[in-house]
């Protein structure tokens, strides 16, 4: 029910469970999650990664807390940073902005006595995560055009009601734990890897620093992807045609022909195609994709580890490859899913104020969840799943079922 779209409160209502036996029991399925990714996980030194592919995608998705309290009714931003391996869809790495075991008080003190305030942040001993005194001054920032209707000012509560625990941390502290930590996961061999990058701000060089010694002996690729997101299901199909037209024109072979051949005849046409247009183009420089997909429409890439060395049909081959579909995906069947990671929706009755009653208010929970969600992915999959991203990555040799994870 969790991984399938239902709210806590109907989960409540189906099991006949009180909502706080629900919150045990995720307690109880995050802690079997947590004991059984450790171990097996621990096989990632074990995957023949030039068998099952070398190619990594990273991107992040913004999810909503409620934050209770009536004057306000604010929606915080929290990102989920994931990197997903392209070939089979495993989610190597899910990580959210938030630190639920910290208390914004605890940290307010911390950061007064150290003298933090006075410094940059970089340099604080706190820089990790935002003070109370930040959090309530976002808090102000995002609600300060909310007007509160008279006959529900007498009920407020004028104090901001912050989590019982939990803090939101920096994107930038959150992006680059998340490199090392792929780096150490992926660092027991000498393989080459492609890191594919979303172009949010401070993640490609979040990776370049954690990877800065493959770089430097090229065993690591970065590039960076930027396509537009709000072009409408008519948009995108056109773009996708004018994709073909520039396909054919570029290749001299008819949409039927193209049709007739095998993929990997497709694939070097393709590839011949972009190393002629990259010809005498400077290093780094953006390539604008000139045959448009639908997930990906005015597709723009960046390789950020182009060298003079550099083969030019290993360069084409990457811009070909810069893809981000794996990870967007994943981010698909979250929004999905789960039932909190829903978009929030504005109503004329909401008083410009987004607000879903079946989002969570704490912390500590939407982690947990998260993670279970991964789990779910990664190793057991819908019923209809015959082989899951971990059966394709060699993690294992068939489905877990549902008996076995409560064993």
């Given at each position: 029910m969790?991984t399938?779209?239902?709210p806590?409160s109907?989960?409540?209502?189906?099991?006949?469970?009180c909502?706080?036996?629900?919150?045990r029991?995720?307690?109880?399925?995050?802690d079997?999650?947590v004991?059984?990714t450790?171990?097996?996980e621990?096989m990632?030194e074990?995957v023949?990664?030039?068998?099952?592919?070398r190619r990594?995608?990273?991107?992040?998705?913004?999810l909503h807390?409620?934050?209770?309290?009536k004057?306000?009714r604010a929606?915080?931003?929290v990102?989920?940073?994931?990197?997903?391996h392209?070939?089979?869809?495993y989610?190597v790495?899910?990580h959210?902005?938030l630190?639920p075991a910290v208390?914004l008080?605890d940290i307010?003190?911390?950061?007064?006595?150290?003298?933090?305030?006075?410094r940059?942040?970089a340099?604080r001993?706190?820089?990790?995560v935002w003070?109370e005194?930040?959090?309530?001054a976002?808090?102000?920032k995002i609600?300060q055009?909310v007007?509160?209707h008279?006959l529900?000012?007498?009920d407020?509560?004028?104090?901001?009601?912050?989590?019982?625990?939990?803090?939101l941390?920096?994107?930038d502290?959150?992006?680059l734990a998340h490199a090392?930590?792929?780096?150490r996961l992926?660092?027991k061999?000498?393989?080459?890897f492609?890191?594919v990058?979303?172009?949010?701000?401070?993640?490609?060089l979040?990776?370049?620093s954690?990877?800065a010694?493959?770089?430097?002996?090229?065993?690591?690729?970065?590039?960076?992807?930027?396509?537009d997101?709000?072009k409408s299901n008519?948009q995108?199909?056109?773009l996708?045609s004018e994709?073909k037209v520039a396909?054919?024109?570029?290749?001299?072979?008819?949409?039927?022909?193209w049709?007739?051949l095998?993929?990997?005849?497709r694939?070097?046409?393709?590839?011949?195609?972009?190393e002629?247009?990259?010809?005498?183009m400077?290093?780094g420089?953006p390539?604008?994709?000139?045959?448009?997909?639908?997930s990906e429409?005015?597709?723009r890439?960046?390789?950020?580890?182009?060298?003079?060395s550099m083969a030019a049909?290993r360069?084409?081959?990457?811009?070909r490859?810069?893809?981000l579909r794996?990870?967007?995906?994943?981010?698909?069947k979250?929004?999905?899913n789960i039932r909190f990671?829903a978009?929030?929706a504005?109503?004329?009755s909401?008083?410009g104020?987004?607000?879903?009653?079946?989002?969570?208010?704490?912390p500590?929970?939407?982690?947990?969840?998260?993670?279970?969600?991964?789990?779910?992915?990664?190793?057991?999959?819908?019923?209809?799943?015959k082989?899951t991203?971990?059966?394709k990555?060699?993690?294992a040799?068939g489905?877990m079922?549902?008996?076995?994870?409560?064993?």
């Amino acid at each position: 029910m969790i991984t399938n779209g239902l709210p806590i409160s109907k989960i409540a209502d189906f099991t006949g469970l009180c909502p706080r036996d629900v919150y045990r029991k995720i307690d109880f399925i995050y802690d079997r999650v947590v004991d059984i990714t450790a171990r097996r996980e621990g096989m990632f030194e074990g995957v023949n990664w030039s068998s099952v592919g070398r190619r990594f995608a990273t991107d992040s998705q913004t999810l909503h807390l409620n934050w209770p309290n009536k004057k306000t009714r604010a929606q915080i931003a929290v990102q989920h940073l994931c990197t997903a391996h392209a070939n089979t869809g495993y989610i190597v790495a899910a990580h959210l902005a938030l630190d639920p075991a910290v208390h914004l008080p605890d940290i307010e003190a911390r950061m007064t006595t150290s003298g933090d305030f006075a410094r940059p942040r970089a340099f604080r001993s706190q820089a990790r995560v935002w003070s109370e005194t930040e959090f309530k001054a976002y808090l102000d920032k995002i609600t300060q055009n909310v007007a509160v209707h008279p006959l529900e000012a007498p009920d407020i509560d004028l104090d901001l009601q912050l989590p019982h625990s939990g803090a939101l941390m920096r994107q930038d502290i959150m992006q680059l734990a998340h490199a090392f930590l792929l780096r150490r996961l992926l660092g027991k061999g000498g393989e080459r890897f492609v890191f594919v990058l979303d172009a949010d701000s401070g993640l490609a060089l979040a990776f370049i620093s954690a990877f800065a010694p493959w770089v430097k002996d090229g065993t690591a690729d970065v590039v960076v992807v930027q396509f537009d997101k709000h072009k409408s299901n008519d948009q995108r199909n056109m773009l996708v045609s004018e994709g073909k037209v520039a396909l054919e024109l570029a290749t001299g072979i008819s949409q039927s022909a193209w049709a007739a051949l095998d993929y990997q005849d497709r694939l070097d046409q393709t590839d011949a195609v972009i190393e002629a247009m990259m010809r005498g183009m400077p290093l780094g420089a953006p390539f604008e994709w000139p045959f448009h997909t639908k997930s990906e429409p005015s597709r723009r890439v960046r390789l950020l580890t182009d060298r003079p060395s550099m083969a030019a049909d290993r360069r084409a081959r990457l811009m070909r490859l810069a893809t981000l579909r794996s990870v967007d995906a994943y981010f698909h069947k979250v929004r999905s899913n789960i039932r909190f990671a829903a978009r929030p929706a504005h109503t004329p009755s909401g008083n410009g104020r987004a607000w879903d009653r079946h989002y969570l208010y704490n912390p500590e929970t939407m982690t947990k969840v998260i993670e279970i969600y991964r789990f779910v992915h990664n190793w057991m999959g819908p019923s209809k799943t015959k082989e899951t991203p971990a059966m394709k990555l060699g993690l294992a040799r068939g489905k877990m079922r549902v008996n076995e994870f409560f064993a």
